[in-house]
T-cell receptor
Framework: SQELEQSPQSLIVQEGKNLTINCTSSKTLYGLYWYKQKYGEGLIFLMMLQKGGEEKSHEKITAKLDEKKQQSSLHITASQPSHAGIYLCGADMGDNYGQNFVFGPGTRLSVLP | NAGVTQTPKFQVLKTGQSMTLQCAQDMNHEYMSWYRQDPGMGLRLIHYSVGAGITDQGEVPNGYNVSRSTTEDFPLRLLSAAPSQTSVYFC?????????????FGPGTRLTVT
C-alpha cells in the first residue's frame, strides 16, 4: 500500500485555469517535498514544507502543509503549458534513519493551450 | 557543477545479464540513494548511503548491490537481470539526511530487460 496518496491521478486543464493537487498521508510527516518531473526526465525540486500550517509560494505555485502535518496541497494559479508534467510529493516519514523517504504515485498534469 | 550525473541513459539487457548503472555527484553530498520508478508506483527506494563506506537497503533491494568507496560515486549493480527490473532508475543526492535537505536527482537511466 502506498504511504503517500495523491489526487487526482491525472488532470487536464485549459491554459489560464487554476488547479490543485493533493498529497495525503495516514502518518505525521516530518518534511514534505514537492517535485516536478517533465516527461522522460529527472525530478526538479519545487518546495519543501516542514511546519504545520506552513505555506510557500514560488512564481504561480503555492504549497501548503496542514496543521496536523498529514496533508499537503499544491495550487497552480493561471496555469500555462510550461506547468505540464508529473507532480510528485515526497516525505520523510521519520521512522528509520536514511531509508524512510517515500514518494507518492504522482499526478500527471496536462495544460491545453 | 554538473550536479548528479547518470550513465548510461538507456540500456537493454537480456535476462540473466549483469550490469552496473553509474551515478556521480560533484556537490560533496553525504547522502546518496537509488530509486526505481514504475508506472503508478511513484519512486521506490532501492539502496542508500549516508557516507563513503556506508550503505543500507531501502524498500526494494532484492537483485541489486551497491557500494560507496568515494563520496562522489554510488554505482548500482544488477546481479542477474530479470524482466521485473525493467524500470527507470534515478540516483539522488543530498547534503545530509533529514527533513531539512532537498534531494537532487539525476536524469535517470531507462532499463529494459528482455
Amino acid at each position: 500500500s502506498q504511504e503517500l496518496e495523491q489526487s487526482p491521478q491525472s488532470l487536464i486543464v485549459q491554459e489560464g485555469k487554476n488547479l490543485t493537487i493533493n498529497c495525503t498521508s495516514s502518518k505525521t510527516l516530518y518534511g514534505l517535498y514537492w517535485y516536478k518531473q517533465k516527461y522522460g526526465e529527472g525530478l526538479i525540486f519545487l518546495m519543501m514544507l516542514q511546519k504545520g500550517g506552513e505555506e510557500k509560494s514560488h512564481e504561480k505555485i503555492t504549497a501548503k502543509l496542514d496543521e496536523k502535518k498529514q496533508q499537503s496541497s499544491l495550487h497552480i494559479t493561471a496555469s500555462q503549458p510550461s506547468h505540464a508534467g508529473i507532480y510528485l510529493c515526497g516525505a520523510d516519514m521519520g521512522d528509520n534513519y536514511g531509508q524512510n523517504f517515500v514518494f507518492g504515485p504522482g499526478t500527471r498534469l496536462s495544460v491545453l493551450p | 557543477n554538473a550536479g548528479v550525473t547518470q550513465t548510461p541513459k538507456f540500456q537493454v539487457l537480456k535476462t540473466g545479464q549483469s550490469m552496473t548503472l553509474q551515478c556521480a555527484q560533484d556537490m560533496n553530498h553525504e547522502y546518496m540513494s537509488w530509486y526505481r520508478q514504475d508506472p503508478g508506483m511513484g519512486l521506490r527506494l532501492i539502496h542508500y548511503s549516508v557516507g563513503a563506506g556506508i550503505t543500507d537497503q531501502g524498500e526494494v533491494p532484492n537483485g541489486y548491490n551497491v557500494s560507496r568507496s568515494t563520496t562522489e560515486d554510488f554505482p548500482l549493480r544488477l546481479l542477474s537481470a530479470a524482466p521485473s527490473q525493467t524500470s527507470v532508475y534515478f540516483c539522488a543526492s543530498s547534503y545530509s539526511y533529514g527533513s531539512s535537505y532537498e534531494q537532487y536527482f539525476g536524469p535517470g537511466t531507462r532499463l529494459t530487460v528482455t
